[in-house]
């Protein structure tokens, strides 16, 4: 592929130290916007800026992988996660607390022969790795091997954001525009949406007409959200991307829409980067299997205005690659902005990228000797994640088809708005570790065919004490990570509403009970309250211990957050500008102020385009 689309791979231009050998060179290595990371952050905006006519020179640490087909076809999305050619392994704390982490089911460790152990017992001389958390160093980033369910977040979630900054532009009546703009809709919908943007959209057939389980579950479901059995194939079209009146309170099951397209090929950022190189009638250059390492500021003027960036040029340079060679230093090099320098590394690297530049905690910066450009306390700071957890049982027979239930939203009791997004089937989710199950084969999986279960995700958790920190000067190390899981003030009412929503899941199963013909019940619950659904007697505190400790996550966002003029925590202004110097944005997931509400990569493919409306207009 790489020859044919004139990237410069780190393997061409190793031996030129610079990127002479770009497609659109310039002169004395000059773009006008460098952009680092290609992402659902960063892959839009730079084609955006290219097809605008700015010459744009991209860098990716990973490879090209568009058509590895764990990558293309969606439905191998676990086992991209898992792929050794995409993967980056980050290692996670969920809190301070070791022996709450002793705990946590999936704990991975380093064995004395290198390989992994996941589990509680660890064999002699194993040392604790951390909690897996698997992301993407690969062109387009995550959105290459996450499952493709692309949700506009609730309006609440957007309009708070304009709330908070005081800018309306972040309205969701406004930034609805922007997934009109990017998206090229597939399925029958009565609302208004876009047909000619690069983002292809499908709606998932979630087997009704053609699974008799799936049928009978989804309609229980419909009926303890309100709704009538006959109103449930109605239900499982619904639009979770429309714009209802008061559609942040809308419960029970939706239809599934995907960034797919009809074919069941992927559709990301990833492709479309891809396809504006490939083009080669725009000025853009990228160039992959670099690593950006530091941002170069000009420190004469009143403030420090960033002009360029350094790299390191090589293959698998960062060390969460699981190819990695740490004897592998790379080949350094830079290059230089007149105009901007836009970091677009996700939520993990973002931050890294910023602190080994000298933007950042002072004390911190000062413990690595790294010169303080800017002291910006919220770097790596009060970052984000869902909570996630998932009730799990087994039927009394084998699930037949795949029974899903894809999404299916539910309001607690102490939620705004539906605070609960659950997807359902014949299948086992219980997180992420090295090796956790690909799909397919996904039904069957760990318990066989009877498991059943509903994976839920918080939309709106308190979740804001995550730290990241670096460990090191080196920019290929890895940084430290914890969450701080449920640290927060009135982080009991996260647990309540995912316990709400398992308890609305039991009060639907407990229907199918033994006293029909074929039917799936009883259900044996196995998490997280062992027992026949219907006759359990665990506490409510017993299952909250158990979900705080066991909630898994991978939606991590906030980490380099956009926050009020007053707010000393805000890194970002709400156009994306990091606060006390020039000619720096940065653009992904780790912008938004707290978790986006719902999935993170439609929201963050909106914040792109939002970005490239900015530069682009000068607004
Ligand atoms: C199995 C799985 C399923 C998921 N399913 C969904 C889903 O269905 N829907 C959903 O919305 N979300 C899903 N997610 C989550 C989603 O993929 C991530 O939350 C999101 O993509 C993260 O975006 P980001 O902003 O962190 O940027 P990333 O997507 O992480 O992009 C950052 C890019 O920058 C590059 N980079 C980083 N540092 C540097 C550097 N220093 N120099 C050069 N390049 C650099 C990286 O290689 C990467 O390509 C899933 C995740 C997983 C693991
Ligand atoms: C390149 O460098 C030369 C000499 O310093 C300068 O005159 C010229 O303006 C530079 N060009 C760009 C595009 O920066
Ligand atoms: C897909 O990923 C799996 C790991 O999940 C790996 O073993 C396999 O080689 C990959 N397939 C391709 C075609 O790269
Ligand atoms: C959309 O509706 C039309 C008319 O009812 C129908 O022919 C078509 O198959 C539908 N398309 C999809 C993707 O459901
Ligand atoms: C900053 O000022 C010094 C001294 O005047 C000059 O040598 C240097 O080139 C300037 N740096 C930049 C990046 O303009
Ligand atoms: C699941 O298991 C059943 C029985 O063990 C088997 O008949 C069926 O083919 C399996 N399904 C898949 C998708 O592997
Ligand atoms: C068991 O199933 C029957 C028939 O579907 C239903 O009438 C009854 O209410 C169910 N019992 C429980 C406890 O839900
Ligand atoms: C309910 O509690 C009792 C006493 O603790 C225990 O013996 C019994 O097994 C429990 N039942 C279930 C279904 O968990």
Same mark, same amino acid.
């Given at each position: 592929?790489?020859?044919?689309?004139?990237?410069?791979?780190?393997?061409?231009?190793?031996?030129?130290?610079?990127?002479?050998?770009?497609?659109?060179?310039?002169? #004395?290595?000059?773009?006008?916007?460098?952009?680092?990371?290609?992402?659902?952050?960063?892959?839009?905006?730079?084609?955006?800026?290219?097809?605008?006519?700015?010459?744009?020179?991209?860098?990716?640490?990973?490879?090209?992988?568009?058509?590895?087909?764990?990558?293309?076809?969606?439905?191998?999305?676990n086992?991209a996660g898992n792929?050794?050619?995409?993967r980056w392994d980050f290692?996670?704390?969920?809190?301070?607390?070791?022996?709450?982490?002793?705990?946590?089911?999936?704990?991975?460790?380093?064995?004395?022969?290198?390989?992994?152990?996941?589990?509680?017992?660890?064999?002699?001389?194993?040392?604790?790795?951390?909690?897996y958390y698997p992301r993407a160093?690969?062109?387009?980033?995550c959105?290459?091997h996450?499952? %493709?369910?692309?949700?506009?977040?609730?309006?609440?979630?957007?309009?708070? @954001?304009?709330?908070?900054?005081?800018?309306?532009?972040?309205?969701?009546?406004?930034?609805?525009?922007?997934?009109?703009?990017?998206?090229?809709?597939?399925? #029958?919908?009565?609302?208004?949406?876009?047909?000619?943007?690069?983002?292809?959209?499908?709606?998932?057939?979630?087997?009704?007409?053609?699974?008799?389980?799936?049928?009978?579950?989804?309609?229980?479901?419909?009926?303890?959200?309100?709704?009538?059995?006959?109103?449930?194939?109605?239900?499982?079209?619904?639009?979770? #991307?429309?714009?209802?009146?008061?559609?942040?309170?809308?419960?029970?099951?939706?239809?599934?829409?995907?960034?797919?397209?009809?074919?069941?090929?992927?559709?990301?950022?990833?492709?479309?980067?891809?396809?504006?190189?490939?083009?080669?009638?725009?000025?853009?250059?990228?160039?992959?299997?670099?690593?950006?390492?530091?941002?170069?500021?000009?420190?004469?003027?009143?403030?420090?205005?960033?002009?360029?960036?350094?790299?390191?040029?090589?293959?698998?340079?960062?060390?969460?690659?699981?190819?990695?060679?740490?004897?592998?230093?790379?080949?350094?090099?830079?290059?230089?902005?007149?105009?901007?320098?836009? @970091?677009?590394?996700?939520?993990?690297?973002?931050?890294?990228?910023?602190?080994?530049?000298?933007?950042?905690?002072?004390?911190?910066?000062?413990?690595?000797?790294?010169?303080?450009?800017?002291?910006?306390?919220?770097?790596?700071?009060?970052?984000?994640?869902?909570?996630?957890?998932?009730?799990?049982?087994?039927?009394?027979?084998?699930?037949?088809?795949?029974?899903?239930?894809?999404?299916?939203?539910?309001?607690?009791?102490?939620?705004?708005?539906?605070? @609960?997004?659950?997807?359902?089937?014949?299948?086992?989710?219980?997180?992420f570790w090295p090796?956790f199950?690909?799909?397919?084969?996904?039904?069957?999986?760990?318990?066989?065919?009877?498991?059943?279960? %509903?994976?839920?995700?918080?939309?709106?958790?308190?979740?804001?004490?995550?730290?990241?920190?670096?460990?090191?000067?080196?920019?290929?190390?890895?940084?430290?990570?914890?969450?701080?899981?449920?640290?927060?003030?009135?982080?009991?009412?996260?647990?309540?509403?995912?316990?709400?929503?398992?308890?609305?899941?039991?009060?639907?199963?407990?229907?199918?009970?033994?006293?029909?013909?074929?039917?799936?019940?009883?259900?044996?619950?196995?998490?997280?309250?062992?027992?026949?659904?219907?006759?359990?007697? %665990?506490?409510?505190?017993?299952?909250?211990?158990?979900?705080?400790?066991?909630?898994?996550?991978h939606?991590?966002?906030?980490? %380099?957050?956009?926050?009020?003029?007053?707010?000393?925590?805000?890194?970002?202004?709400?156009?994306?500008?990091?606060?006390?110097?020039?000619?720096?944005?940065?653009?992904?997931?780790?912008?938004?102020?707290?978790?986006?509400?719902?999935?993170?990569?439609?929201?963050?493919?909106?914040?792109?385009?939002?970005?490239?409306? @900015?530069?682009?207009?000068?607004?």
């Open positions: 592929m790489a020859p044919m689309l004139s990237l410069v791979t780190g393997a061409l231009s190793v031996a030129l130290l610079t990127l002479s050998a770009a497609a659109f060179p310039t002169e #004395n290595n000059t773009y006008e916007y460098i952009i680092v990371g290609t992402g659902p952050g960063g892959a839009p905006l730079a084609a955006n800026l290219a097809r605008a006519g700015h010459s744009v020179l991209v860098l990716e640490a990973g490879d090209d992988q568009t058509e590895n087909v764990n990558v293309s076809q969606w439905l191998n999305f086992a792929d050794p050619a995409t290692f996670v704390k969920h809190s301070d607390d070791e022996a709450r982490e002793a705990r946590y089911k999936h704990r991975t460790w380093r064995k004395t022969d290198g390989g992994f152990y996941v589990g509680t017992e660890p064999p002699q001389g194993a040392k604790p790795l951390g909690i160093g690969t062109l387009g980033g959105a290459m996450n499952g %493709c369910l692309t949700m506009n977040p609730n309006d609440l979630d957007w309009d708070e @954001i304009a709330e908070t900054t005081g800018d309306d532009s972040w309205s969701a009546e406004n930034m609805r525009k922007y997934l009109v703009k990017l998206e090229k809709v597939h399925y #029958n919908s009565s609302y208004e949406h876009g047909h000619n943007g690069w983002l292809d959209m499908t709606m998932l057939d979630p087997g009704f007409t053609t699974s008799a389980d799936a049928k009978d579950l989804s309609q229980k479901a419909a009926v303890a959200a309100g709704y009538s059995a006959a109103d449930t194939s109605k239900l499982l079209a619904r639009d979770m #991307n429309g714009d209802q009146p008061n559609r942040d309170n809308l419960v029970g099951p939706f239809g599934g829409v995907s960034h797919i397209n009809p074919n069941g090929r992927r559709s990301s950022p990833g492709y479309y980067l891809r396809d504006t190189v490939a083009e080669k009638k725009y000025p853009i250059t990228l160039s992959l299997d670099t690593l950006a390492t530091k941002i170069i500021f000009n420190k004469n003027g009143t403030k420090p205005k960033a002009i360029g960036v350094e790299f390191l040029q090589g293959k698998s340079l960062y060390s969460a690659d699981p190819r990695h060679n740490p004897s592998q230093k790379g080949t350094p090099g830079s290059a230089y902005a007149s105009k901007e320098v836009i @970091i677009s590394g996700g939520a993990f690297n973002s931050p890294q990228l910023l602190l080994l530049s000298g933007i950042g905690p002072a004390a911190h910066l000062k413990k690595f000797d790294i010169p303080v450009v800017k002291d910006l306390p919220g770097v790596g700071q009060s970052v984000a994640d869902n909570y996630e957890a998932g009730i799990l049982s087994l039927a009394s027979r084998a699930v037949t088809g795949q029974g899903e239930i894809f999404p299916n939203f539910w309001k607690t009791s102490v939620g705004k708005i539906r605070d @609960i997004y659950m997807w359902c089937g014949s299948f086992a989710f219980e997180g090796g199950p690909n799909i397919p084969p996904y039904f069957n999986g760990t318990y066989g065919p009877k498991q059943y279960e %509903c994976a839920l995700v918080h939309m709106n958790p308190r979740s804001q004490a995550g730290v990241i920190e670096l460990q090191s000067t080196d920019p290929r190390a890895v940084p430290a990570i914890n969450l701080n899981f449920f640290k927060e003030k009135g982080s009991d009412k996260d647990l309540t509403s995912i316990l709400e929503g398992i308890e609305w899941v039991r009060s639907w199963l407990v229907k199918a009970n033994s006293s029909s013909p074929n039917s799936l019940g009883p259900f044996q619950e196995l998490h997280p309250c062992e027992g026949e659904i219907g006759k359990q007697n %665990c506490t409510e505190k017993a299952q909250k211990t158990y979900l705080k400790e066991q909630a898994y996550s939606h991590a966002t906030s980490s %380099c957050r956009i926050g009020a003029d007053r707010d000393k925590g805000a890194v970002l202004d709400s156009k994306f500008r990091v606060r006390g110097v020039e000619g720096l944005r940065v653009v992904d997931a780790s912008s938004f102020p707290k978790v986006p509400g719902g999935f993170p990569i439609l929201p963050t493919m909106m914040l792109s385009e939002k970005a490239s409306e @900015i530069l682009i207009k000068g607004l």
